[in-house]
Nanobody, 127 residues
Framework: VQLQASGGGLVQAGDSLRLSCAAS????????AAWFRQAPGQDREFVAA????????NYADSVKGRFAISRDNAKNAVYLQMNGLKPEDTALYYC?????????????????????WGQGTLVTVSS
């Protein structure tokens, strides 16, 4: 499956932003999906994951209560709604997907094992 992320931009601290990831090539409903991010000079880190039908989600502690992952399999898309953005959220955000037998659960570990990646979309949060 091919993935294309979009929606990044320059915002101020406290603002909201919604990232989108469009999937193509294979039925997106067969995949668990996730968002990762990589800040300058840092390793890539897990942000959020969602099961095939969207019934289960998983978040990094740093974004819990502020970010929400969702998906629309009819549109072959996964989203990341980011509220209360902070300067430390500045990063290149990537969407990713991995095959999942279960429709309800995210294959463990939720933050690893993704073998399909899109290009990143840059989010910059100014203070």
């Amino acid at each position: 499956v091919q993935l294309q992320a979009s929606g990044g931009g320059l915002v101020q601290a406290g603002d909201s932003l919604r990232l989108s990831c469009a999937a193509s090539g294979r039925p997106f409903g067969n995949y668990a999906a996730a968002w990762f991010r990589q800040a300058p000079g840092q390793d890539r880190e897990f942000v959020a994951a969602i099961s095939r039908v969207g019934s289960t989600t998983n978040y990094a502690d740093s974004v819990k209560g502020r970010f929400a992952i969702s998906r629309d399999n009819a549109k072959n898309a996964v989203y990341l709604q980011m509220n209360g953005l902070k300067p430390e959220d500045t990063a290149l955000y990537y969407c990713a997907a991995k095959n999942s037998f279960s429709t309800q659960r995210i294959p463990l570990p939720a933050n690893d094992g993704y073998n399909n990646w899109g290009q990143g979309t840059l989010v910059t949060v100014s203070s």
